[in-house]
């Protein structure tokens, strides 16, 4: 028999699982982001610096009265701004590894429009559940942590027997992110974070 000869199509065996293809694009959208992030961290740091308070905080931040009056683009702005450095590198450092993924597998503007979703998300369930101001990428990040959490749901089959760990991990993330967010002395915004 012919090693070249085409496989009968009326086979009923199954055909073998698909890879999922991961990072099949470059992170351009992420990287933008991240640099974006960084360049409003300078320009608050500079503003408290030259001007004595955070200029930016007091115009983009979620601050209640405001989004009454009608300033809306502050649920999603916020995102933009951060409290520390540690605050900005650990929110970058998760938008670079969320990012790595989910751009390869949603594209450029998906993975946009997803982070500009869970950011709006996330600061309307602050907005709604307390009075209290915040700033920071965490609400877009759990969102996109979630969202993650959801591909590989939905993927499990593709991803074989990776999925169980996968799944482990994000989980295992997200829930040490959640608790973290209970420690009154840190001061986070756990609503946003569920948002």
Do not use: C
């Amino acid at each position: 028999m012919n090693d070249q000869t085409p496989e009968n199509p009326t086979s009923t065996s199954q055909p073998a699982p698909m890879a999922v293809r991961l990072n099949a694009v470059k992170p351009k959208a992420t990287y933008i982001l991240m640099g974006v992030i960084a360049v409003f961290y300078l320009l608050q740091v500079l503003s408290e610096r030259y001007l004595g308070f955070d200029l930016l905080f007091l115009y983009l931040g979620k601050i209640q009265q405001p989004i009454l009056a009608g300033q809306v683009w502050r649920l999603i702005t916020p995102a933009f701004l951060h409290g520390s450095l540690l605050h900005l590198a650990s929110n970058l450092y998760a938008l670079y590894v969320l990012g790595l993924q989910l751009e390869g597998i949603y594209g450029h503007r998906r993975f946009l429009l997803l982070f500009f979703i869970a950011a709006f998300g996330g600061n309307v369930l602050s907005f709604v559940l307390t009075p209290a101001a915040s700033l920071g990428a965490s609400t877009a990040i759990f969102g996109l942590l979630a969202a993650e959490i959801i591909f590989v749901v939905q993927n499990k089959r593709f991803l074989g027997g990776r999925s169980r760990g996968l799944l482990f991990n994000l989980i295992f993330i997200l829930l040490l992110n959640l608790s973290i967010g209970f420690n009154p002395a840190l001061n986070i915004d756990y609503f946003g974070h569920l948002g």
